[in-house]
């Protein structure tokens, strides 16, 4: 069946799945959207409510839908499975989540589906690996929402340290989605300046433990925010339509997607963020982006840290 690249669907209707629909509305970037949950009068509801705002936002069709509805969807994003609680980390869902992932994937791979996969539910990396394995489906097909959202933490943590505009700020999260993720310093930098010059300029000195400060208020923020209100999902809804649109546009865009290693970094069989090439195909190409000893370290540890957690899968 042909890909329609103007139609994509969301599995999963809660609170993470409905923003990233509205989100979806606001861009304008499909003509077709169709949701599947668990609860069909959910998925029901969210296309009702959206639906109604559509005479103020861009022209398409909003519907709640089955398996059948996936087959010539170019993109098919996955939010389904249990949240996030307070004190608990990504990893904490790994068993749960992955139960639930392997129900919808078995609904559609028994399909003609030939678009991407787009895994947003958390654990993400060890769910977009798993996906991957079970799937069958190229590398290409297969990615997660990674650490596009914390890469946006630190372009903003920056931008407002050093009163810049943060999209003027380019930096990456990288590794685990999650408690051993790292930030890359050695690259970042506001418009080619190397991020140490710029803070002259601006009369603020990044010093280490400022960087350590605001590493640590990246790495625990959704723990933060779900003490305040419950969950996350605004942000997430913003880093997703920013994956979305640089497929549907054919972008090439940058970004730290979650994407199966094969050898890159020297690491094999384990998925993680890095930053890659991302267009109308899915992943195009991982980057291997210079690192310091610290940072490949602190990479390798991540790695080891979500092999450790895949393998828990595998056990009886």
């Not at 640590?216 to 913003?238: L, V, W």
């Not at 730290?256 to 090439?277: M, N, Q, R, T, W």
Request: aromatic share 6%; net charge negative.
């Amino acid at each position: 069946m042909a890909v329609n690249f103007r139609k994509a669907a969301i599995i999963g209707c809660g609170f993470v799945g409905a923003s990233i629909a509205f989100r979806f509305l606001q861009q304008g970037l499909f003509s077709q959207l169709v949701l599947l949950d668990a609860n069909r009068a959910k998925a029901e509801g969210e296309a009702m409510d959206l639906s109604d705002g559509l005479p103020y936002g861009a022209t398409m069709q909003i519907t709640a839908g089955g398996y059948d509805d996936l087959s010539d969807c170019a993109l098919v994003v996955i939010t389904a499975g249990a949240n996030q609680k307070p004190g608990e980390s990504r990893l904490d869902l790994i068993e749960k989540n992955t139960a639930i992932l392997k129900s919808i994937l078995g609904e559609i791979t028994s399909r003609p589906f030939e678009g991407i996969l787009l895994i947003v539910s958390n654990p993400v990396d060890v769910l977009t690996q798993t996906v991957w394995k079970l799937s069958g489906y190229p590398r290409e097909r297969v990615i997660g929402s990674g650490t596009v959202l914390d890469t946006g933490r630190l372009k903003q943590l920056l931008g407002e340290e050093l009163r810049v505009d943060s999209r003027n700020v380019h930096a990456f999260i990288v590794g685990e989605h999650g408690d051993s993720e790292l930030a890359v310093w050695s690259g970042a930098n506001v418009s080619g300046f190397p991020l140490d010059d710029f803070g002259r300029l601006r009369g603020k000195e990044l010093h280490a433990a400022r960087r350590d400060w605001i590493y640590r208020e990246i790495r625990d923020s959704a723990q933060e925010i779900i003490r305040r209100k419950g969950a996350t999902y605004y942000g997430i809804a913003m880093a997703v339509g920013r994956i979305a649109e640089c497929i549907v546009k054919d972008e090439h865009a940058v970004l730290p997607v979650s994407a199966v290693l094969k050898g890159e970094y020297g690491l094999e069989d384990v998925a993680l963020s890095i930053p890659s090439i991302i267009g109308k195909n899915g992943l195009e190409k991982i980057l291997e982006i210079p690192l310091g000893p610290e940072e490949r370290q602190a990479l390798e540890h991540s790695a080891a840290q979500l092999k450790q957690a895949a393998a828990k899968l595998d056990q009886p």
